[in-house]
């Protein structure tokens, strides 16, 4: 059974800085491509950034700059560092496997989630 625990998420003012944290399980780890995934109240669900088992990322353009997605192969860990932070931040926080037709399309059920708010 694969499950995502995301973790991290607090409220936080503009400008400031999170780390989010997502354990993952019942997958080799090491060999799949992660992502992160936000959704914001009334938005469908977007990626955010992903990196592949190689350790190549992509960010959306929103992201560029402003966040760091990274990953810890021998905790089964993918770290989304988010710094600047803008009220319009303001989501639910996913992780997942990307699947092979991108943008939010993943390959497992969601997690919890960790929920992210900006204040201005």
């Known amino acids: 059974q694969v499950q995502f625990v995301e973790s991290g998420g607090d409220l936080v003012q503009a400008g400031g800085s999170l780390r989010l944290s997502c354990a993952v399980s019942?997958?080799?780890?090491?060999?799949?491509?992660m992502g992160w995934y936000r959704q914001a109240p009334g938005k469908q669900r977007e990626l955010v950034a992903s990196i592949s088992r190689f350790g190549n990322t992509y960010y959306a353009e929103f992201a560029k700059g402003r966040f760091t997605i990274s990953r810890d192969n021998t905790k089964n860990i993918v770290y989304l560092r988010m710094n600047s932070l803008k009220p319009e931040d303001t989501a639910v926080f996913y992780c997942n496997v990307p699947s092979q037709y991108g943008g939010s399309f993943v390959r497992y059920n969601w997690g919890q989630g960790t929920q992210v708010t900006v204040s201005s």
């Open positions: 019942g997958i080799t780890f090491s060999s799949n491509d």
